[in-house]
């Protein structure tokens, strides 16, 4: 050390940062993962509670309700509903989206549980509850087992659900 | 009673118990999928449904999946519909089932699942565990779980309580008496001569006296009076549950024993009679001579005929099967009176005791 060394009182620590990362493997499970089989394949697949008959995508393993093993499987449509949505107009770290865009809740036709999506191809002041829309998929030899799979959601052109149709899910 | 632990004043049983195979990593089944035929077995054991209890709680962490919530998602192994009262504990599930208990003495409600499943396989464990010691001056240093253990064992050593050649024989005893226990992972009958001859994970403790890496999930029904005689043939009751802990620093403590066992042990009535069987839960082979002394039982005693979690310690899960297992060891007829430890933490943090008898 040299003459020049500070030898000033830094005064008392009144914070410490202690950075901390983990590392998980992830274990989707026997139902969840042929989900993401079906999302490798370009479809939607569920799986049908054999006791109340409603069908979950994705599928967990289990009826929430009923308790009992989800064991048949169930293709769902590549169209369904918006039951709500929000407008995402606040950046925020690690955006990928460039604002302002529309996050929404989409029930697939024959699921009894809706999953978020993106909605594109629309201007935001035209997303509205009911509205129908159709999944675009990535190409072809770009499907993976992830989501990710699923570009966005797009309005189908098809006119507006009945909201009978869908206020069980909101 | 004011909602503390204690001797029991309403009777409530072990009603039934059921535990998965316990195995070094389960990559086919979600948490839910675990737990789903563990939840159906404890309840078809005695026939009744999800319906027939009035409180659900459970012990699990996220931190052992990464998974956020999975303690609220693990619920769909149950069915919560109509919605019934619910719990959690970020512990052990034989935390879960002193709750539960508690409130059962309270005569809030008549019976209650208690479940607990532990994924220890996705992460780093020896990352994960030194998350949970204090955040100011332990865990910035990352101080894994296994160099932990050695230092408690080192100062066994040293204070002459013990030595590598008794952790040894408890290793050995634990894995061969697990050779009975189908549910076991590690089963094998080697001789505690052979096992010293491994080289150190870390000194004094060699790879035979650490806990093996588990996912297992357990479940059990507790049921009050006449409900669990109606429910079961052979009800194993709960006489005396409670459960204390050591100061959370652990350079305040004296390694080499157990007080927090020892008081519990006290309030829950250990010594009120002879002990057949203790199920003890000591990941490390040397805390298995602490947690003995601290809970006052000689070598009649016979310890974890199942192999105990040298065999299988399925993180959050292991607590509670000593207390199924030691239900288990009455109603099998193996004892008349048992008691059941669990513990939490680093070097037996946490403990809790269970006395339990047949009728």
Same mark, same amino acid.
């Given at each position: 050390?040299?003459? %020049? ?69 169930? %293709? +769902? ?35 009894? +549980? ?22 675009? &998929? ?16 797009? @309005? ?15 | ?14 009603? $039934? ?42 012990? $699990? ?15 769909? *192994?149950?069915?919560? &519909? ?18 539960? &208990? ?46 932990? *253990? ?61 806990? @093996? ?8 029904? +507790? ?55 203790? %199920?003890?839960?000591? @990941? ?24 105990? @979690?040298? *065999? ?18 009455? $109603? ?28």
């Amino acid at each position: 050390m040299t003459d %020049e060394t500070v030898t000033e009182p830094l005064g008392p620590v009144t914070t410490l940062a202690t950075p901390i990362r983990l590392d998980f493997e992830f274990t989707p499970g026997v139902a969840q993962s042929r989900f993401l089989r079906g999302l490798e394949q370009g479809k939607f697949m569920g799986q049908r509670c054999p006791k109340c008959g409603k069908v979950y995508v994705p599928s967990r393993g289990s009826c929430p309700t009923d308790g009992v093993p989800t064991t048949e499987d169930v %293709e +769902l449509a590549n169209v369904g509903t918006v039951t709500t949505y929000c407008v995402v107009n606040v950046p925020f770290a690690g955006q990928s989206i460039e604002i302002p865009y529309i996050c929404a809740q989409v029930l697939l036709d024959g699921a009894n +549980l809706s999953f978020m999506g993106l909605i594109q191809e629309i201007p935001t002041d035209e997303i509205r509850m009911g509205m129908r829309v159709e999944a675009v &998929w990535v190409e072809r030899e770009e499907l993976k087992p992830s989501l990710a799979s699923v570009r966005y959601f797009r @309005p189908s052109g098809e006119p507006d659900a009945d909201y009978e149709t869908f206020k069980e899910y909101l | 009673m004011s909602a503390g632990g204690g001797r029991t004043v309403r009777p409530v049983a072990v009603a $039934s118990f059921a535990q998965s195979q316990n195995v070094r990593r389960d990559d086919e089944h979600n948490e839910v999928e675990m737990l789903m035929p563990v939840v159906a077995e404890v309840f078809g054991n005695i026939g009744i449904t999800k319906d027939d209890v009035d409180f659900i709680c459970s012990g $699990s962490t996220d931190y052992l999946i990464g998974g956020p919530f999975s303690f609220v998602t693990a619920l769909d *192994a149950v069915g919560v &519909w109509p919605p019934r009262a619910e719990s959690h504990v970020e512990m052990d599930g034989a935390w879960a089932l002193y709750e539960a &208990w508690v409130l059962l003495q309270e005569g809030e409600i008549d019976a209650a699942l208690v479940y607990a499943f532990g994924r220890s396989s996705p992460g780093n464990l020896n990352e994960i565990l030194s998350l949970q010691l204090d955040p100011y001056y332990l865990a910035p240093l990352w101080p894994d779980p296994v160099s932990l *253990a050695a230092l408690q064992a080192r100062a066994l050593i040293d204070a002459g309580k013990g030595s590598e050649a008794d952790f040894a024989a408890i290793a050995s005893r634990s894995r061969r008496d697990a050779m009975s226990n189908p549910k076991a992972q590690v089963a094998k009958d080697i001789p505690p001569a052979t096992l010293l001859e491994e080289d150190y994970v870390v000194a004094p403790l060699r790879r035979h006296a650490l806990p @093996p890496i588990t996912d297992g999930a357990a479940a059990i029904v +507790l049921a009050a009076g006449d409900k669990a005689g109606l429910w079961s043939k052979s009800p194993v009751w709960i006489t005396g549950l409670d459960h204390r802990m050591e100061t959370h620093s652990l350079g305040a403590r004296d390694l080499t024993s157990s007080p927090s066992t020892t008081r519990a042990a006290e309030v829950a009535g250990v010594a009120d009679g002879p002990v057949d069987v203790a %199920e003890i839960h000591a @990941p490390f082979a040397h805390q298995e001579i602490i947690v003995k002394q601290a809970l006052g039982l000689d070598d009649t005693v016979t310890v974890n005929p199942s192999g105990g @979690p040298l *065999a299988a310690n399925p993180l959050m899960s292991a607590g509670l099967i000593r207390i199924g297992e030691a239900a288990a060891s009455i $109603s099998s007829g193996r004892a008349k009176r048992a008691v059941a430890h669990a513990t939490s933490g680093p070097c037996l943090q946490q403990n809790l005791v269970c006395v339990l008898e047949g009728e």
